[in-house]
């Protein structure tokens, strides 16, 4: 897999929410399942702040149409989280 884009943005209006957007594409020349993914939310000093696991249900919303992601196929995801502590300033993206 390929992270093709990433963001982890304060959500205006709602204090403590932030919203986590990325796009990401199946390079492998067969089918996969879809992966999980890594958040690590870090501080200015690169101090981790928060940590999560994300399953394909979690950042899918519900089961995907497809159990799995094509060769080439790209998607795109958006969720909202809960800020895990103030200063969150970096973050950290891996497939798991």
Wanted: aromatic content about 10%.
């Amino acid at each position: 897999f390929s992270m093709l884009s990433r963001d982890v943005i304060a959500v205006p209006g709602r204090a403590g929410v932030l919203r986590v957007q990325a796009s990401f594409r199946n390079d492998a020349a067969w089918p996969q399942p879809w992966p999980a993914l890594q958040l690590t939310l870090s501080d200015a000093n690169g101090r981790p702040l928060g940590a999560r696991r994300f399953l394909p249900r979690d950042y899918l919303d519900d089961a995907p149409e497809q159990a799995l992601l094509g060769p080439g196929q790209a998607t795109q995801l958006a969720f909202d989280i809960v800020e895990p502590a103030p200063g969150v300033v970096s973050f950290d993206f891996r497939f798991d």
